[in-house]
């Protein structure tokens, strides 16, 4: 990956929606919202304490993850679209 994460940021990749409804309506693209689950590309070594100590991240690569609507900053790499966001803007893993 291009691209390393700095202090307690993280990479995401959106996971991909499901498209269609229960009833089988299929909701074209421009309408759908974006998910609001991702799953973890890169995860960085972890926030500085005052006293110089590092707390490490608790996500791992691989993780999938749910995140706010609005969190994180949106990127364009290699023409794939990826979220920077900090780890306190994660709300929980998916199991």
């Known amino acids: 990956m291009a691209l390393r994460p700095l ?3 993280v990479i995401l990749k959106r996971l991909d929606n499901v498209r269609t409804t229960a ?10 919202e ?3 689950q991702g799953e ?7 926030k500085k304490s005052d006293d ?9 690569v691989g993780d999938k993850v749910l995140f706010g609507k609005y ?22 893993v998916i199991q």
């Open 52 to 60: 110089g100590k590092v707390s490490p991240v608790d996500l791992k």
């Open 23 to 32: 009833s089988g309506i299929v909701i074209p693209e421009s309408a759908a």
């Open 71 to 92: 969190a994180g900053q949106t990127v364009k790499i290699d023409g794939e679209e990826l979220i920077v966001i900090r780890e306190e803007e994660i709300l929980a």
């Open 34 to 36: 974006k998910p609001d």
């Open 40 to 46: 973890v590309l890169a995860v960085g070594p972890g």
């Open 7 to 9: 202090q307690d940021r």
